[in-house]
C-alpha cells in the first residue's frame, strides 16, 4: 500500500461484553463532525480525535486502556500489541 500498511485487521477485546462493543461503537459515533486532533501528544483531548486515539479513548471510556506509552500519543500498533486485544481476521492489502 502507498501508507507503508501490508495488512487490516479487526481486533476483539478480552473480556469486552456486546454492551461494552455497542458503547464504544456508540461514543464513537457520538464524535462525527468533530475535528482531526493534529496534537498527537494531547490524548485527553476531546473536542477533536486522530483515528487511533478515537478507538483507544472509545473503549477508555468501557474501562479498557490499550495505553500506548509513546510520548501520550496512541498509534495503532499500540492497539494492536495491547494485551488486551486479539485479531479476529486479517486481510492483506
Keep these: 500500500s502507498s501508507r507503508g500498511y501490508g495488512s487490516v485487521y479487526l481486533l476483539g477485546v478480552r473480556g469486552a ?3 461494552n462493543y455497542k458503547n464504544a461503537a456508540t461514543f464513537a459515533q457520538n464524535q462525527d463532525g468533530k475535528g482531526y486532533n493534529w496534537e ?3 490524548r485527553w483531548l476531546n473536542t ?3 483515528c487511533s ?3 483507544w479513548r ?3 471510556e468501557q474501562g479498557y486502556n490499550f495505553d500506548g506509552k509513546t510520548n501520550g500519543v496512541i498509534y495503532p500498533g499500540d492497539i494492536y500489541r495491547s494485551n488486551l486485544t486479539y485479531v479476529i481476521l486479517q486481510r492483506e492489502l
Design 17 to 19: 461484553t456486546t454492551t
Design 40 to 42: 498527537f501528544t494531547v
Design 48 to 50: 477533536r480525535y486522530y
Design 53 to 55: 486515539q478515537l478507538a
Design 58 to 60: 472509545a473503549w477508555d
